[in-house]
């Protein structure tokens, strides 16, 4: 019996503008069977996406199939025409893709364009499944009315799990997931993998999985292939290839994955913080919130303090508040209360109030250089604005410096010439970086800098930065949801939850002891690159639940006491939680003791 889908000999060449034709996929050959989870994993540019495209009968422009067929059952899906290939997908064929908040329409209702589906390949009503039903399965609050909602009314994580239902409702029989977690928090992506692993027990769905994440592949892949520059390097079980890797790239693969945090030591400065020496930056009692006085506030009385040469990492789930205060610190939101300084001056609240000089000492770099670089303009032109703007160079010390930048960066000087949209993911985010260094900043805020990029290239992104933390003086205020590279980089940490810090201090106590409930179920869903891990973190029903509810901003009491596995009902949901010192600056905002929250019986 022939597999559902199969791959043979696929040959795909891109063309960029005004260059010559180059392979991109070779020779490529795979199947995949029914209820079988196929992971394709490389880094940026080994044609992972461009071959999952190739089962939707897709070539992106610029493209072309050079040769090889796919086939769906009997069907080459390559030589179908426009109108055969519209019926294909969604139909047979579905596609989820990273960013469910880019794919939905904002203007309609999630019900709206979920039965959409169905209305377009007239899926006749008695074969449709009841929205509710598909919702309650996957674990949706609220199914008989979550469907009524707009896309921003819904968190990211039931987005992405609606994403999924939207490419069920037409009872495919490929499902093609596109990096479906890489933008989640570990809370959130718990909840995803789970609904991935239940529409495939559910409807023996093929899936097809790409992704860069071993961590992730090893919870839902039966198999992995391996790729790198279009060419298959390694494939086998998923045990086999984590567990025993054959291929030199494989190991490397496998050798970037930063260990899940939780030991000692795991993240040392070679800067100590002086504690007399004034900080850098301050945030003291920031209030702020969207939709100006009537706005609930989405930032309550956060204080911030950011030394010279130090990495002060701020994490917390989505919603949590992390890039509210980036914002707030950048005078892209005033605060309705309390104060920024900048050594020891206060800056004012509006970016527009803010003298240049000021301007140039904070400095952003953003999470998806994709659109937070001009792709109109060179290299050159990108780098050169802003020595042009905070330094008023000429265009031959521009020159010289952009050469000077570039090599900071560890990019060549012929670059330059180039545009972002002939750049890789981790070439475009070092020129993100060196867009920042350009303006001679004290404080660079990182805002999610990596979570859009393959882990190698995600681990030389940030070990460049380390180094520019070191030789150049920097302050970084590093934004993630993403734990393990937290503890590879962090000198201390500031944990979030419905925007209050509930837990801070340095780095290495956080994750050789962390105290608040909140930080140690975040540890807790770090996923380990092991079969079986999944398993086992859904096996807790209670703490299943426990992540499945959204980030809740409470009037009164603590925010996390809907969650919190240790709360005690009287006296959580009604009064706020004192400060509880542990010495040394690590402090954590709980009603339990000290005592009892450095318990071991306390640890999720």
């Not at 993630?480 to 201390?492: F, I, N, P």
Request: hydrophobic content about 45%; aromatic content about 4%.
């Amino acid at each position: 019996m022939s597999a559902l889908l199969r791959f043979e000999g696929l040959s795909i060449e891109g063309c960029p503008p005004g260059g010559a034709w180059q392979t991109i996929v070779r020779d490529f050959n795979q199947t995949v069977d029914r209820g079988e989870v196929v992971a394709l994993i490389g880094e940026s540019g080994a044609g992972k996406s461009t071959i999952a495209h190739a089962a939707l009968g897709y070539v992106r422009p610029g493209c072309r199939v050079a040769a090889g067929r796919v086939f769906l059952s009997d069907m080459d899906v390559l030589s179908l025409d426009v109108v055969a290939k519209r019926a294909l997908r969604g139909r047979r064929v579905a596609y989820v893709a990273q960013s469910a908040a880019a794919a939905f329409n904002p203007a309609l209702t999630i019900e709206s364009q979920i039965n959409e589906i169905a209305e377009v390949h007239r899926i006749p009503s008695a074969e449709r499944t009841p929205l509710p039903q598909i919702f309650r399965r996957l674990g949706l609050p609220d199914p008989d009315r979550i469907g009524r909602r707009y896309p921003h009314q819904v968190s990211g994580g039931q987005l992405q799990r609606l994403m999924i239902a939207m490419a069920m409702s037409g009872r495919p029989d490929v499902l093609v997931l596109d990096e479906p977690t890489t933008a989640l928090d570990v809370t959130t992506q718990i909840e995803v993998l789970a609904t991935i692993r239940e529409v495939i027990r559910d409807r023996g769905t093929a899936v097809i999985y790409v992704s860069h994440d071993l961590a992730v592949v090893a919870q839902v892949a039966d198999r992995i292939v391996v790729l790198l520059k279009g060419d298959l390097v390694e494939q086998g079980s998923t045990d086999a290839v984590i567990g025993q890797p054959r291929a030199d790239y494989t190991r490397r693969l496998i050798g970037a994955v930063r260990p899940r945090p939780g030991i000692a030591g795991t993240s040392a400065s070679i800067i100590e913080p002086t504690p007399d020496a004034a900080p850098i930056l301050e945030c003291d009692g920031i209030v702020a919130a969207y939709g100006g006085a009537s706005g609930i506030p989405v930032l309550h009385d956060v204080v911030l303090r950011v030394d010279a040469r130090r990495v002060v990492a701020v994490v917390g789930e989505s919603g949590s508040g992390k890039s509210t205060l980036a914002r707030v610190i950048a005078g892209l939101l005033p605060p309705r209360t309390g104060s920024v300084r900048l050594q020891g001056q206060p800056l004012p609240a509006s970016v527009s109030a803010r003298q240049r000089d000021t301007l140039r000492r904070v400095q952003i770099v953003f999470q998806m250089p994709d659109t937070s670089l001009n792709h109109r303009q060179s290299i050159a032109t990108i780098l050169g604005r802003p020595l042009q703007f905070y330094f008023g160079m000429d265009e031959a010390g521009r020159c010289r410096r952009v050469a000077e930048l570039l090599d900071m960066v560890e990019m060549p000087a012929d670059l330059a010439r180039r545009y972002p949209g002939e750049l890789s993911g981790g070439q475009k985010q070092r020129i993100g970086i060196a867009r920042a260094l350009a303006a001679e900043p004290d404080v660079v805020l990182c805002d999610e800098v990596t979570s859009s990029l393959d882990t190698i290239v995600g681990a030389a992104v940030l070990e460049l930065m380390m180094r520019l933390k070191q030789s150049l003086g920097i302050a970084y205020v590093y934004i993630s949801h993403d734990l393990s590279t937290v503890a590879a980089v962090a000198d201390d940490i500031v944990v979030f939850y419905a925007g209050r810090v509930v837990e801070s201090g340095r780095a290495e106590a956080i994750f050789r002891a962390p105290m608040h409930p909140y930080t140690r179920m975040l540890l807790s869903c770090v996923p380990e690159m092991r079969r079986g891990w999944l398993d086992e973190r859904l096996a807790l029903r209670d703490d299943a639940q426990r992540l499945s509810r959204s980030v809740t901003f409470a009037a009164e009491g603590c925010a996390f006491a809907d969650r919190c596995a240790v709360a005690i009902p009287d006296l959580c949901r009604r009064v706020a939680p004192p400060r509880r010192d542990f010495g040394e600056g690590h402090v954590a905002i709980c009603h339990r003791e000290a005592r009892e929250l450095a318990s071991s019986l306390l640890i999720a």
